[in-house]
Each structure stands twice: as structure tokens, then as C-alpha cells.
């Protein structure tokens, strides 16, 4: 049987999806619908998508990835996209695919780092 | 055929000299080569020449197999007298060279007019072929040259070094083509990778000219390494290229730009949290 669903995560407050394979149309959409009722489920305050195991990508993949950074932002998760391999990060600048409302980091470290910090800052703010 | 090749076998020590002899009314260019080395050349060319016209039986032809020890010796000569600086037409002409007196020592030769001519046409054909030949050796082995040193060139101008945990600079020197661009693209992208750097800086001060291409490569570039997480600072903007780009229409405003390596340092040590200050005396 093959793998038609991405697992998520939850780790505190944050979701953390890791994509381990090279996603089809399918299971790119299914991960869509799953995320976003999943944040609404557990209301998160971040993802974490760490695709540093795709080696593949083509524009509709990169814009479905594009999508979900855009609706979890749109549910107050703020999405972060860490270990894009160079190979992956060239063809997606090739393909002219606009990831500019997407936050990035190098590793799933650093990329939680980024989403505490954050959080951090929306605390302040709403103290404020 | 064999008429030649026996007159070349019988003869040789003559037509060495005669050979010689028209080499010295050349340009002192040619004087250049050594003349123990030019008669031994002169002596292998002439005994090779004269199997492969024996054993072409008739068909006389360069690129026949049998041509092919004395093609093999050409080219060697032809590379050596490149590596030593002889232009082409000096190779070519040394080996036309050897048409006058050849053509003397058959005319001297009694018997069949007729089929003589007939074999010294086609021995003419055959050594302005090799003379051909030659040259095309000679372009050959400067190709290769040129696409070695072009090679050479890319591994060496594509640098990625480490200035500090997490800060990598690719100082960038030379003309960048979109071959070159695609390169020094990857090398960065992998080295961010590798060294799990969240900074890079890409120093242009060493680029003489930065077009529309050139910006265009720098932008996606930029872009990628952002898509992986890490933030690329441009630095050694000089006045002209800063003039070039704001008048080419380049929107460098997502990029942050620097005008000198040590800016853009200072920025990349802020960015990982690092600051420098000045020892107490």
C-alpha cells in the first residue's frame, strides 16, 4: 500500500509536518485539506514544513506549497519552510514560483527558534 | 605509384638536403627549429611517406589507412611545433616544402611520361592534404587549450570561503556568464548546505560589468538561498555599476546591498548575533 497522507505532528504549540518522499498531485492536496483542519482543530500558533527529503519539485507542487504557507498564515499560524535543498530552491526560482509571504530557515532547529521567536513577539505585542 | 616511392627510397639522402635547402630560404622563423631535429623529422616523414604510398597501391588517398603512421607522426609534429610557437603556415609550408624537390628528382626519371605524371599529380594531391591536415591539428590543439584553461578558470573563480561560523563570502571576480553564473550558483547554494550558514555575501567588486543577465542571476540567486533559509548580502557595488543598474531599471530593492565586504560583514555579524569590540587596553 502506498503512503497517501502526510503525517502532522503536533509538538507543543506548533505543528511539524515533514515530507519524506517526493509528494504526488494527490497527496500534495490531501496534506492541504489536513493541515489546514488540523490548525483549526488544535488552533496552533505555527508550522513547521520541513521538506529537506524532496528532491523533486515541479510548479504545481511549489505553488501547492506556496498555498498552504498562505492559509496557515491566513488561520494566525505562521508557516515556516526549513532544509529546501539548493537543487529544489533553483528550479522553484526557475519556475518563477513566488514564495515571498513564506518564512525560511536551514534546519528544523533553527526553524523552531524562528517560530518561538515569533510567538515571543506576538505575546509582546498583545501585551502591549 | 611505386615509382615515387622507390625514387624516395633511393634518393632520400638528396632530397633531404634539397628539402633543407628550401627550408633555409624561409623566414628566420623557421630557423627557429633545430636543424638536426628538422632532418630527422624530414627523414621520417619521407621513409613514411614512402610505405604508405607502397602500400596505398594506387589509391592515394590522406585519410586511407595507410596514411595513418604518417598522419599519427603529423600530428605529433604539428602539436610540438605549436607548444614551441611556430605559427601554422610554417608547419604547412615545411611540409609543401618537400613538393619542388621531389617534383625535380621526377622529372630527372626517364621511362613512361605518361604514368609518371599521372602518380606525381596524385603524390601533389596527397601532400597538400597532409599539409591541410596539419593545420587542422594545429587549430585542434589550440581548442583544446583554450577549453582547458576555460575549465581551469571556472573551478578557480568560484570560491566559496568562510569568514566566521555562519558567514560565507563568494567574492566574485571576472565576467560572469550565465554558464558561469549557473556554477557559482550551485557552489554557494551547497556550501549554505554543508556548512549550515545562515549569511552569505556575494562580493561583485572584482565583476567589470553587471547587465540586465547578470543582475537577473544575482536576483535568483538571492532568492534561492532565501528559499533556504539564509539571507545573501551583495556587496562592492562601485558608483559605475550602481549607475548601470539604476539605469538598466533592475529592481534590487528586495536585496540588501552593500558597497564594501567590510559593510556587509558588520551586517552579517549582527544577523547572527555576534558583535565585534575593541580590546581594553
Redesign the interface.
Known amino acids: 500500500m502506498s503512503l497517501d497522507r502526510i503525517p502532522i505532528l503536533k509538538m507543543g504549540k506548533f505543528l511539524l509536518v515533514s515530507i519524506q518522499i517526493d509528494m504526488s498531485d494527490q497527496i500534495a492536496l490531501a496534506l492541504q485539506d489536513d493541515l489546514t483542519s488540523r490548525i483549526a482543530d488544535v488552533g496552533a500558533c505555527g508550522v513547521l514544513i520541513d521538506i529537506s527529503a524532496l528532491t523533486m519539485v515541479d510548479s504545481f507542487i511549489g505553488r501547492t506549497i506556496a498555498n498552504i504557507a498562505a492559509m496557515s498564515s491566513a488561520m494566525d499560524a505562521p508557516t515556516v519552510l526549513v532544509g529546501m535543498q539548493p537543487a529544489v530552491a533553483i528550479t522553484v526560482v526557475e519556475l518563477g514560483v513566488s514564495l515571498s509571504g513564506v518564512r525560511t530557515a536551514l534546519d528544523v532547529d533553527r526553524g523552531m527558534k524562528l517560530l518561538e521567536r515569533l510567538m515571543a513577539e506576538r505575546h509582546t505585542l498583545e501585551q502591549a | 605509384m611505386s615509382r615515387i616511392a622507390k625514387l624516395i627510397r633511393t634518393q632520400e639522402e638528396r632530397l633531404v638536403r634539397d628539402w633543407m635547402r628550401e627550408q633555409s630560404t624561409r623566414a628566420s622563423k623557421s630557423g627557429m627549429a633545430r636543424d638536426t631535429e628538422l632532418r630527422a623529422h624530414a627523414q621520417e616523414i619521407l621513409r613514411l611517406l614512402a610505405d604508405a604510398l607502397e602500400s596505398s597501391d594506387g589509391v592515394a588517398h590522406s585519410a586511407s589507412p595507410a596514411f595513418a603512421p604518417l598522419r599519427e607522426m603529423l600530428t605529433g609534429l604539428s602539436r610540438t611545433r605549436g607548444h614551441q610557437g611556430f605559427s601554422p603556415s610554417d608547419t604547412v609550408h615545411f611540409i609543401l616544402s618537400i613538393k619542388r624537390p621531389l617534383l625535380a628528382l621526377a622529372a630527372e626519371e626517364g621511362g613512361d611520361k605518361g604514368a609518371l605524371f599521372d602518380e606525381v599529380n596524385r603524390v601533389n594531391l596527397v601532400i597538400d592534404e597532409l599539409g591541410v591536415f596539419t593545420t587542422e591539428v594545429h587549430q585542434k590543439s589550440r581548442e583544446e587549450v583554450i577549453r582547458r584553461q576555460q575549465t581551469e578558470m571556472l573551478e578557480l573563480s568560484t570560491p566559496v570561503v568562510k569568514l566566521w561560523d555562519g558567514v560565507l563570502a563568494l567574492p566574485l571576480i571576472g565576467t560572469l556568464d550565465s554558464q558561469r553564473t549557473s556554477v557559482v550558483?550551485?557552489t554557494l547554494?551547497?556550501r549554505?548546505?554543508d556548512t549550515?550558514?545562515?549569511v552569505a555575501i556575494i562580493d561583485i567588486t572584482g565583476v567589470p560589468t553587471v547587465d540586465t543577465l547578470v543582475a537577473q542571476h544575482l536576483i535568483?540567486t538571492v532568492?534561492?538561498?532565501?528559499?533556504?533559509?539564509?539571507e545573501c548580502i551583495v556587496s562592492g557595488i562601485r558608483p559605475q555599476i550602481a549607475q548601470t543598474i539604476v539605469h538598466l531599471g533592475v529592481d534590487l530593492s528586495n536585496i540588501v546591498t552593500k558597497s564594501t565586504l567590510a559593510d556587509a560583514f558588520a551586517i552579517a555579524l549582527r544577523h547572527v548575533g555576534l558583535q565585534v569590540t575593541k580590546k581594553s587596553a
Open positions: 550558483m550551485e547554494l551547497q549554505i548546505v549550515s550558514s545562515a535568483k532568492a534561492a538561498a532565501r528559499l533556504m533559509g539564509a
